[in-house]
């Protein structure tokens, strides 16, 4: 049946373009209207009150992009061959964040898939797709979507994800959507003209918020749930990335997420497989993980606070939400508490921020990384750690990640230090947004310490530029000489130690801990040694361009697993002696049984 909800329009036609015949709608209540099926493949639009035509809100194909008709899907067409998937829990696996656009030189899901072998041997687990709602313009980060439901036609629409997802469970990789709920692009959003899919109560970084708990949101929930479920149910997607999700302002007696929650969890009982939830939030709030109905039940969460903590101990950056971080102590709270900021003052909020992670929780419901689309994309050159990083401190960087007792994630191409840069970019049609798009990016960056960072000839990349879009897809060729080469084989190797050493797959914050010395004050990169304990593991890293020699104190013998440089081992009775060449890590293990 054709459906729309627009409760204040007086007649809704629904108009198929290929012919212009129009029918009305009948009124239904509730504000829907109702009117026959049409036949999968039809293009159509609707026109409210005799006004101009425009898409479905639920629109699941938009083949001539964000103004043009939408198109019927039968998603029942696509023929899966993956019977066999039992499905993936995201907790404690090993997360591949990607864009379509810039993964490869083909920037669609087909030319992606051709690819998934390299992220089989790397070792991921779950590959993450950045979104793929459908927005204005060919390129452009995903977050501007404005149809939910619908995949971006220049990626190859709906029937390429069922083709993504379908050849990736027949390689043992699970698939993670990115979706965004808490705003709409500017470009193409017509949903204010079908109702209240927006309020003025509540406001965020875009405008006017998405309506959660004003008059009309009962529909408005269940545009977003509906859309939510139809990528885990139809595109047998396992689970969802939730895009900021403290931007989601809900002051109704259920949290959106909290529904979201129990839906998908009852989802995940009639399919027969694990669907996860991981959020995207800024709050530092445990009870984002906590189950409903006391929390909001998410499967995970993201932890910037360990990125960030990674990041200033080893590069020395220290500007903007950087100001906090950059010591050892600071890592220790992270890689034992998840947070740093948990009820403690924020200097770049200017206020007390966040809370406790409580004793017990799981580790694996933190997703961590050294390096993703936010960390990369929106510094002001979009440039990677191997931009300014020397092999060995890349190297230190991967171990504290995967070796984390968190939910460990890559960025796409970090994996063999990619030298391609990730920017920023965009190609919406319209002159005067590009324009606007462009002198926002250069005045948001004309501070934030990034002067000092780059110096003063510092240039933003302009956002609507071809070339900004083509600098940022990775280049493969270097993936076989050096020193990516050597970077990638140290990732295979870190995941595979993961995988087999229970101590550094677990997710037990209370057996992890942090011990260093030797390093230099003062607020530039930290130039000592540290040793991350996990459980009787050991991860022993020399930030020094200098050799060190690190003491482990140990109850018992270990054996050197990996090691980015030769290292020597003396074992005598107060533990083992670990020398360690300049900017190197080693990881130590319990002798196999």
Do not use: K
């Not at 939408?70 to 993936?88: E, I, K, M, N, Y």
């Not at 920017?423 to 990034?450: C, K, M, N």
């Not at 270097?478 to 995988?499: K, N």
């Not at 040793?531 to 482990?552: E, F």
């Amino acid at each position: 049946m054709t459906r729309v909800w627009a409760p204040a329009a007086h007649q809704v036609d629904v108009v198929l373009t290929a012919t212009g015949e129009r029918s009305p709608l009948a009124r239904v209540g509730g504000g829907w209207w109702d009117g026959a099926t049409l036949e999968p493949g039809t293009d159509y639009a609707f026109s409210l009150d005799g006004g101009p035509l425009r898409p479905d809100p639920r629109s699941r194909w938009q083949p001539d992009g964000v103004h043009g008709p939408s198109r019927v899907l039968d998603p029942a067409s696509w023929t899966w061959t993956d019977d066999g998937w039992s499905g993936v829990d995201v907790r404690g696996r090993v997360l591949y964040e990607l864009h379509v656009g810039t993964f490869t030189p083909g920037g669609t899901l087909d030319s992606a898939v051709e690819h998934l072998d390299d992220l089989v041997a790397l070792g991921v687990d779950v590959v993450e797709l950045m979104p793929l709602a459908a927005f204005d313009g060919p390129h452009g980060w995903g977050y501007d979507g404005v149809a939910i439901s619908a995949v971006h036609e220049p990626y190859g629409g709906p029937a390429a994800l069922q083709r993504f997802v379908d050849a990736a469970h027949a390689r043992g990789l699970g698939v993670c959507l990115d979706v965004v709920h808490n705003h709409l692009g500017p470009s193409g959003n017509y949903l204010a003209e079908f109702g209240p899919y927006f309020t003025d109560a509540h406001h965020t970084p875009w405008g006017a918020a998405v309506n959660l708990d004003q008059e009309g949101s009962h529909e408005v929930r269940r545009w977003i749930c509906d859309s939510a479920l139809g990528w885990l149910r139809d595109f047998h997607v396992d689970a969802l990335r939730l895009d900021a999700v403290h931007a989601l302002v809900d002051g109704s007696g259920r949290h959106l997420l909290a529904q979201l929650s129990d839906e998908v969890a009852a989802l995940s009982a009639e399919l027969g497989r694990p669907l996860s939830l991981v959020a995207e939030s800024d709050l530092n709030d445990p009870t984002t993980v906590a189950p409903t109905p006391d929390g909001l039940g998410m499967t995970a969460q993201w932890a910037d606070d360990v990125h960030h903590a990674i990041h200033t101990l080893v590069t020395g950056e220290r500007h903007g939400y950087y100001v906090d971080f950059g010591s050892p102590q600071v890592l220790r709270t992270a890689l034992t508490g998840a947070f740093v900021h948990a009820g403690t003052w924020s200097t770049f909020r200017g206020r007390t921020w966040g809370g406790p992670v409580p004793p017990g929780t799981d580790g694996h419901r933190f997703v961590v990384a050294a390096s993703n689309h936010d960390q990369v994309g929106n510094r002001a050159l979009g440039d990677r750690p191997s931009a300014r990083l020397a092999p060995g401190q890349l190297a230190v960087e991967a171990a504290l990640v995967l070796l984390s007792p968190f939910t460990p994630m890559l960025f796409m191409g970090e994996e063999w230090a990619a030298s391609t840069p990730w920017q920023y970019f965009t190609s919406y049609p319209d002159a005067d947004l590009g324009a606007a798009v462009s002198r926002g990016r250069r005045a948001e960056f004309g501070g934030h310490g990034w002067r000092d960072l780059y110096g003063e000839d510092v240039d933003v990349p302009d956002p609507q530029s071809p070339d900004t879009f083509r600098r940022s897809v990775l280049d493969r060729s270097e993936t076989t000489s050096e020193p990516h080469a050597r970077v990638l084989d140290w990732y295979r190797r870190l995941i595979a130690l993961r995988r087999s050493v229970p101590d550094l797959a677990s997710g037990d914050l209370a057996a992890t801990d942090l011990t260093w010395g030797d390093g230099a004050g003062g607020e530039g990169a930290f130039d000592g040694w540290l040793v991350v304990h996990r459980g009787d593991a050991r991860v022993v890293a020399n930030l020094s361009d200098a050799p060190q020699d690190v003491r482990v104190d140990v109850d018992g013998p270990l054996d050197l697993a990996e090691a980015w440089e030769p290292v020597t081992l003396t074992v005598d009775d107060g533990g083992v002696l670990v020398g360690l060449g300049p900017r190197s890590v080693a990881v130590l293990v319990p002798p196999a049984a």
